[in-house]
């Protein structure tokens, strides 16, 4: 399920009708991950669903140029907001009018990019030498807590599976 979560569009692009609550929320890259990524060098960074700019804004912000590219205007809204420059479009058709970076981001959200048209597309974008970076935020929960948070996620937004894709460290992994 998780692999064809990019097959969910209806999920992939709701975030953009919470986007100040999500730019609120969601957590910022550790500083030691962002040195890490600093010290690659690169002259030029794309990020891959940049969202509000949480990466980007990091990596602008250590002197890095830094483009995001993001499916939703009302979350590019926010990063351009931050001083980061957006281009709207689904990365898999976005058009990099010949340009290429040394360094690919994507921060919590490559599961909503189609995986074959998206490798193509970084091919074609990544300069040789170049590095891509794909990581996500995530929470382990034991129980009982897991299903107390489970139990409110049902019965606030009881359209979308909360089930899935979630790691678990015990219990039933529905």
Do not use: Q
Not at 89 to 104: M, S, V
Not at 151 to 160: A, D, T
Request: hydrophobic share 40%.
């Amino acid at each position: 399920m998780a692999d064809e979560l990019f097959r969910d569009r209806g999920r992939a692009e709701s975030f953009g009708s919470i986007a100040e609550v999500y730019d609120r929320l969601r957590p910022a890259p550790a500083p030691a991950f962002v040195d890490e990524l600093v010290a690659l060098a690169p002259e030029t960074v794309l990020d891959v669903g940049c969202g509000t700019g949480k990466v980007a804004r990091d990596l602008s912000a250590r002197g890095l140029e830094v483009l995001g590219v993001e499916l939703d205007e009302r979350m590019a809204a926010i990063a351009r907001g931050h001083g980061i420059e957006v281009e709207l479009g689904a990365f898999e058709d976005w058009d990099p009018r010949g340009r290429t970076f040394d360094l690919i981001t994507c921060g919590d959200a490559w599961h909503w990019i189609d995986p074959e048209r998206g490798w193509r597309k970084i091919g074609a974008v990544l300069r040789p030498g170049g590095t891509v970076v794909r990581f996500w935020n995530h929470n382990e929960i034991d129980e009982p807590v897991r299903s107390a948070l489970l139990s409110v996620h049902e019965r606030v937004l009881p359209e979308i599976d909360h089930r899935s894709p979630v790691r678990h460290t015990t219990g039933d992994p529905r």
